[in-house]
């Protein structure tokens, strides 16, 4: 039985095959345009088209006047979820894997133990924070954030149990790694909380980069609990931009929220990372 398959997808499927199978290396050049043509016998569209869903799939990038690259596919690192890790955007642990190539070792493995890193929120900007006070391979953490009033769309207030288009504090942040965009989040509290507080701005005043936690307590509220719900989409153009990949590449999204002693949500946001480049570690405790 011949193969069904239209062409475009023929193409991506064996070029898939040959960089799964090492037979095209990362930094390898893709056969261009004019070559698959003759291979497949196909048009200059169909052979576009294929090489569009190379790249949306991550593994291949563009590079302006050169041609089409492989692109590197392992794993960067694991965002480590914990207890201790989902009060702030940016309070989880990352797990860097040891260089290009390297395999990605197991949870519990000595050598990703070594380069464990947690960023603080309480630490200043452009300050290196490590696990232990070690320094961990260099890897420089920070943030950069900005924060406006805006009105809760439809979706957001859902999750915040509050009308649409009622005034809530819109924060979004881009979490850097020696200073190559590595995650994004947006956060969005309402002004019913904290207007006028304090803690208005989660980055400026008294209280900044103390986490949604220690910012809330400042004001008598105990934030008790929180859900992460994750999912993945495709990435936006602008989402694409910051983080290194193809618009329509696959994204994972966490849809956390923070609740009150009250069950009244008191912030959400959603965190996205490259789903090629980064793993997500939840740590489940039994208990007896």
């Not at 690192?77 to 190539?101: E, K």
């Not at 006070?133 to 890897?139: E, I």
């Not at 900005?146 to 881009?174: D, F, M």
Request: net charge neutral; glycine share 10%; aromatic share 6%.
């Amino acid at each position: 039985m011949g193969d069904s398959r239209p062409v475009y997808l023929r193409i991506a499927d064996d070029l898939r095959r040959r960089i799964d199978e090492g037979g095209l290396a990362v930094g390898d050049r893709i056969p261009s345009r004019s070559e698959l043509k003759r291979a497949y016998e196909a048009s200059d569209q169909t052979v576009d088209r294929a090489v569009r869903v190379l790249k949306a799939a991550g593994y291949a990038e563009g590079q302006f006047g050169r041609g089409v690259f492989v692109t590197d596919r392992a794993p960067l690192g694991t965002l480590l979820r914990s207890t201790g890790a989902v009060d702030s955007p940016f309070a989880a642990q990352i797990r860097c894997y040891g260089g290009r190539g390297a395999p990605a070792p197991g949870p519990g493995d000595p050598a990703a133990r070594d380069t464990a890193l947690s960023l603080d929120p309480a630490l200043p900007r452009d300050t290196t924070p490590t696990r232990d006070a070690t320094p961990a391979r260099d890897t420089a953490l920070t943030w950069e954030a900005t924060s406006s009033e805006t009105p809760a769309p439809a979706p957001i207030a859902e999750r915040l149990g509050i009308g649409a288009g009622e005034p809530v504090l819109c924060t979004q942040y881009e979490y850097l790694a020696n200073r190559h965009p590595v995650q994004l989040a947006t956060s969005w509290e309402p002004l019913t909380i904290t207007e006028g507080t304090d803690v208005a701005l989660p980055e400026r005043g008294p209280y900044a980069r103390r986490g949604v936690r220690g910012r809330l307590a400042a004001i008598g509220i105990r934030v008790v609990r929180a859900r992460e719900l994750v999912g993945s989409r495709p990435a936006t153009t602008p989402e694409a931009e910051a983080l290194g990949c193809a618009a329509g590449q696959c994204v994972t999204v966490v849809e956390r929220t923070h609740f009150d002693g009250d069950d009244r949500a008191v912030e959400t946001s959603d965190i996205v990372v490259r789903a090629d480049r980064w793993r997500l570690e939840y740590t489940i405790t039994f208990t007896s």
